[in-house]
């Protein structure tokens, strides 16, 4: 049975992880969120998953986010490499109508991709910023890219001004470039956070 996809790197991805071993790359996540459109590409003008991802990175940044709530940021959408982004409203229909609950499956990918990368599963609190700065984009889209007389629940979202900003509408070249870049830098500042805090506490 065929229950993998090729990535990018020309390596494979198992959506059943018992089937085989999944080649989990931040090279082929970078590359694929640069050129998912959101919104289905039902926006004014298009804008990428990375380029999302980067925008809700700086919020936690800009908020008061550590390195490690600012790499939970950039990463927050990564499982979207393997299973495409759908919209929420979607979501939420398939699982009250088709008890399909993509969420789960969101979640699942998203702890293996962690594991992948080495990096540790985030707590409910680690997200919380997280989640406010993905609400703050998401209302800054709207606004920005798909205007229309219909309402969203952002709408009453008090938004920080500078976030409209936050907006390049890169390539996906650009994209792929600024999102690894992010990356790096942040795996590089969590790794050396983690060894001073053992050094320290080694030293107690």
């Known amino acids: 049975m065929n229950d993998w ?20 790359s931040i090279l082929d996540i970078a590359r694929s969120l640069s050129r998912i459109n959101r919104f289905l590409g039902h926006s004014t003008a298009p804008i990428s998953v990375a380029e999302h991802s980067v925008v809700v990175m700086e919020i936690v940044a800009t908020e008061g986010g550590d390195t490690k709530e600012q790499l ?28 399909f609950n993509i969420s789960a499956l969101e979640r ?27 609400l703050y984009a998401l209302a800054a889209e709207r606004r920005l890219y798909l205007p229309s007389a219909h309402d969203w629940h952002t709408d009453a979202v008090p938004l920080p001004e500078y976030v409209m900003g936050s907006y390049g509408v890169w390539g996906d070249d650009e994209a792929m470039r600024i999102f690894e870049k ?20 080694e030293a107690e």
């Open 5 to 24: 996809m090729q990535t990018y790197s020309a390596g494979q991805f198992f959506f059943d992880e018992t089937a085989g071993e999944s080649q989990i």
């Open 182 to 201: 992010n990356f790096e830098r942040l795996m590089a500042s969590l790794k050396f956070d983690t060894r001073i805090a053992a050094e320290e506490a």
């Open 108 to 134: 699942q990918v998203q702890a293996r991709i962690y594991k992948a990368l080495g990096i540790p599963m985030p707590t409910t609190a680690d997200m919380a910023l997280v989640e406010r700065a993905d």
């Open 72 to 99: 939970y940021g950039l990463l927050h959408d990564a499982h979207e490499a393997y299973l495409g982004d759908m919209s929420r409203p979607l979501k939420r229909y398939l699982t009250e109508h088709h008890v």
